[in-house]
């Protein structure tokens, strides 16, 4: 029987591996590891893509999203207790981000129809303590709306993305400044370069993207020890670094991004004309997600994986608990978030990445429409 792999990264990174190889040789040789040219010369290019005035390379996603709000605190703009508002419907780290900074999370239920914060359900969320949103561009989906600009400006909140699914992707409409790529939509953004994000690196690597000069540089100082220049510390920092060798390595596939994208697109679109069964949910279709997940939907969840499985389809969950049912936040369990968890019960991730080829999307929509 054929089978059909959810996700290779062996076969994803074979086609840059000639040039990957020629880049890291590169700093090998040079003998210079950290804070170096292609770390500097990745903060230019991303800050182009997402079309930031800055962008500050660091270890990872998750500490991007710390760095931020941290960057908040130490500006005085967020104290600890402040409430920041945030989609129920995420991965743990988003959340994660906000309790390492001892503020609170409010969770608001997604829209049944794009899984994303729904916009129309923030406002009643808004307390005296609220001094942020968190967007979430889930499965590489922009999640905006003009409301998101509006509550912005009426209640003086900083809006933070989290864009470690959805690089390069665009909203409908544009955000707080003149653009509508993610990254650049609210205040400050998170990227992560984890191995299977768009844009994955060789280990962990992340990236804050932002226009506030005060919020990078901030950002810098303290994923640097909090040094903004040789033996001065300007705040008790941390060591939130992106090494040379996966600056190098992400700068290749950088360049190949629109490439790996426009796979990506391709597969969603064969997905959505071929799967024709009324048993499975299909996303909406979007013309600006960069689809980092293709997520269908179906009440029968468990029986559909089997099938699939039995069929030679490997398929994955994002995300079968929601982080407020997670043992570590049991003091938000009780809270009634029905629509996020019914999403987790129903949501099944299948192959979309650009090492499926177009023909196995093609036959795995046609065993998804025999699933009876
Ligand atoms: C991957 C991911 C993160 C964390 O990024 P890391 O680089 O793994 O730390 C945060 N939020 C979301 C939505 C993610 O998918």
Redesign the pocket.
């Known amino acids: 029987m054929k089978k059909y792999t959810f996700l290779s990264l062996k076969t994803n990174n074979l086609p840059y591996i000639g040039e990957i190889k020629e880049e890291i040789n590169r700093v090998l040789e040079s003998g210079w590891f950290l804070n170096g040219e292609n770390t500097g010369c990745l903060e230019k290019e991303v800050a182009e893509l997402c079309r930031t005035r800055h962008a500050v390379a660091c270890s ?4 991007a ?1 710390r760095l931020i709000f941290r960057a908040y605190i130490e500006t005085g703009m967020m104290n600890e207790g402040n409430e920041v508002i945030v989609p129920a419907n ?2 743990i ?2 959340i994660l981000a906000v309790t390492d900074n001892r503020l609170k999370p409010v969770f608001v239920e997604p829209s049944d129809l794009t899984l994303n914060l729904d916009p129309d359900k923030v406002e009643a969320a808004i307390t005296k303590r609220t001094k942020a949103i968190m967007v ?1 561009h ?1 499965y590489g989906a922009a999640c905006w709306s003009p409301l998101l600009n509006d509550l912005s400006a009426k209640y003086g909140l900083k809006i933070i993305e ?1 864009n ?2 959805a690089i390069g992707a665009t909203a409908s409409c544009t955000g707080l400044s003149a653009t509508n790529v993610t990254g650049g939509l609210g205040d400050a953004a998170g990227l ?3 191995p299977t ?1 768009n844009l994955g690196a060789l280990g ?1 690597a ?1 990236m804050v993207t932002t226009n506030d000069s005060k919020i990078a540089e901030t950002v810098r100082a303290l994923a640097n020890y909090g040094s903004d220049r040789r033996y001065h510390n300007i705040c008790k920092g941390l060591n939130c670094r992106m090494d040379e060798i996966q600056a190098a390595a992400l700068r290749v596939k950088l360049r190949h991004l629109p490439e790996i994208t426009a796979a990506r697109r391709e597969r969603a679109a064969s997905y959505h004309t071929f799967i024709t069964n009324p048993l499975i949910r299909k996303p909406l279709p979007d013309a600006g997600a960069v689809w980092h997940q293709y997520i269908v939907r179906t009440n029968e969840r468990d029986r559909f994986r089997l099938y699939l499985s039995d069929n030679g389809v490997e398929t994955d969950i994002h995300y079968a608990v929601p982080p407020h049912l997670q043992p570590c936040y049991s003091e938000y369990a009780a809270l009634n978030l029905p629509i996020t968890e019914r999403i987790a019960n129903e949501v099944v991730s299948l192959p979309i990445t650009e090492g499926t080829p177009l023909a196995d999307i093609q036959e795995i929509s046609q065993i998804i429409n025999k699933f009876r």
């Open positions: 990872n996603g998750l500490d999203l995420t991965y780290a988003s979430v889930l989290d470690a699914q992560s370069f984890y994000k962990d992340g």
